[in-house]
């Protein structure tokens, strides 16, 4: 992701300087201000891809985490109100075992 944000500073600096300073004007200065544009579009585009990828894999990250704490929480209680039983199988498990009968 840094990649993407220096490609994408880059591209803007470039293409701001070959502006102010004129070089655009000239046949290889539209070339290189040309070329400055389609590297600062297409590392924009890959910047909040890959950032909006990353947040997607951070919240199902910590959705599983979540829902992992819960099942732990769950089974400490089943443990806590049944203690001589002994619980072979999770209590998140407990219910999928009827249906697959």
Known sequence: ???????????????YLSFVTGYYTSSIGVFVFTLAICLSLSSIRQL??????????????RRVKKQYERMKKREQSYQIAYPNRDSSTPLAFSGTDQHDK
């Open 1 to 15: 992701m840094l990649f993407y944000l220096f490609t994408t500073i880059a591209g803007l600096i470039t293409t």
């Open 48 to 61: 909040l891809r890959t950032s909006y990828l990353t947040y997607i894999e951070y919240i199902q990250y």
